[in-house]
């Protein structure tokens, strides 16, 4: 996967953790209520804008119903960073369009270079090159 989508996708799963946990199981509903757009905070704005993309708006807003059920769950954040990256990987103007919406914010995540990896929040282990071995 192209290493500017992956820190893409790592930068913007963090607000929509925060919008899932906000607004629970309705999370879907409360970001596409027109009503909801002078309060909505970044990450709603950017579910909602993943939402509006048809092709992938079923998977995302499945991941983002389970993600609002335990936000906390490193398996639920992970299934929904896929469903980002994938929409992300699919539609070159979306990714545009996040960037912008993230930058508006004053986010910026920047890599660069051959297996570079970047994030606003790295949680867990990090690996990059050939053969790499962690232990514990």
Do not use: C, F, W
Not at 38 to 56: I, N, P
Not at 88 to 96: G, I, Q
Request: charged share 25%; hydrophobic share 50%.
């Amino acid at each position: 996967m192209d290493p500017e989508v992956t820190a893409l996708a790592a930068a913007v799963v963090p607000y929509v953790s925060a919008a899932a946990g906000a607004y629970g199981s309705a999370v879907v509903q409360r970001v596409q209520d027109s009503a909801a757009d002078a309060t909505m905070g970044l990450g709603g704005r950017l579910l909602r804008r993943l939402l509006g993309r048809e092709e992938s708006a079923a998977a995302v807003a499945d991941a983002a119903v389970d993600l609002a059920e335990d936000p906390a769950d490193e398996d639920r954040v992970a299934a929904m960073r896929l469903q980002i990256r994938k929409a992300l990987a699919a539609d070159p103007a979306l990714m545009v369009e996040i960037r912008e919406l993230l930058a508006a914010e004053g986010v910026s995540v920047t890599a660069s270079g051959e297996r570079a990896i970047a994030a606003q929040t790295i949680s867990g282990v990090a690996v990059t090159g050939d053969n790499a071995h962690i232990t514990r």
